[in-house]
């Protein structure tokens, strides 16, 4: 029997006693009655040995005195803390599971983890995966920590940087411990990619930037050639008439990759449209999604109807 924190405890009763006790309460009191015990007992508090109303029995007691510290329960051995990290996703903050970890000691006094050279800090265990809840931790004595991120969740990018601390576990309170956070992005895949049109309205003359030109944007959706407005299958209008500002720039941004048309449907104060308003098609792509598309488009002075 096992009484790890009892402090009274009492062996009694009419039958003689089979196997071992212990009680591991330093302060314990325990009383001893039994006609009979066939077994050890091990105890780190006091004992009285006595005898049941109706005689003696068979106990023998032999005295073996013990001097040493007993470990202490808990989720970390004494001196020892839990370093943490909880991998999420960036936009939802759900927990992702299966993202690899390696756990690295600073050891080597320069700032930041040292993986390589002369004197890299020291690697601490084995590669952890992240549970179901996104969590890898490791019990610890104190210093301080990094988790390295090897192998992103399926679907997720690798963060830069994939170091993740320190993390710092105190020797004053190591049960503290250090948790930390790491965030993934999904994986872009081309379709997911946006890209733009920067359009700049200049004077045909004199290149002066034209405020108030008013530009439509169509996408190329109906397989035949050129922009169709009309008609049973025209292409597809993103954005409705938008305006250049006074410096001539207008921005159509967020598009999805495709080919687009402008088409103006408004010009500024003096100047007449073009005598085919629609330019085009731009392509959109995964190459020039991040720069955008530049277009540069002129118009020529005419009556003061603004064009119309």
Not at 36 to 52: C, D, E, L, Y
Not at 136 to 148: F, K, Q, T
Not at 199 to 223: H, I, M, S, Y
Not at 250 to 259: I, Y
Request: glycine share 14%; proline share 8%; aromatic share 6%.
């Amino acid at each position: 029997m096992d009484f790890p924190d009892a402090t009274t405890a009492e062996l009694k009763g009419t039958g003689q006693f089979q196997g071992s006790v212990l009680l591991g309460e330093q302060s314990s009191m325990t009383t001893v009655s039994l006609p009979g015990i066939n077994g050890r007992f091990f105890t780190t508090g006091s004992m009285t040995h006595a005898s049941a109303a109706s005689g003696g029995g068979g106990q023998e007691f032999h005295n073996y005195p013990f001097n040493g510290d007993l470990p202490e329960c808990g989720n970390a051995p004494q001196g020892q803390g839990v370093v943490q990290v909880d991998k999420k996703d960036a936009d939802t903050g759900d927990p992702l599971p299966g993202a690899r970890f390696e756990l690295w000691r600073e050891t080597n006094g320069a700032d930041g983890l040292q993986t390589g050279g002369s004197a890299p800090d020291s690697r601490v265990g084995d590669t952890c995966t992240t549970d179901g809840d996104g969590v890898c931790a490791e019990d610890v004595s104190p210093g301080s920590y990094y988790w390295r991120e090897t192998a992103a969740p399926d679907g997720y990018d690798l963060p830069d940087p994939a170091v993740f601390g320190p993390l710092v576990i105190t020797s004053e309170d190591p049960q503290a411990g250090a948790r930390i956070t790491a965030e993934n992005r999904p994986v872009r895949v081309p379709n997911d990619l946006t890209g733009s049109l920067d359009l700049l309205k200049k004077d045909a003359r004199t290149g002066k930037p034209l405020g108030g030109a008013v530009f439509e944007l169509w996408r190329e959706t109906n397989g035949t050639e050129g922009l169709q407005t009309g008609g049973a299958d025209p292409d597809t209008r993103t954005r409705q008439g938008r305006a250049t500002d006074a410096s001539g720039k207008s921005s159509f941004a967020d598009l999805p990759l495709g080919e687009y048309y402008l088409r103006e449907t408004e010009v500024p104060e003096g100047y007449v449209l073009p005598d085919n308003p629609v330019t085009g098609p731009y392509a959109v792509t995964a190459e020039n999604s991040a720069d955008g598309v530049p277009v540069t488009l002129k118009n020529k002075r005419g009556g003061p109807d603004k064009g119309k």
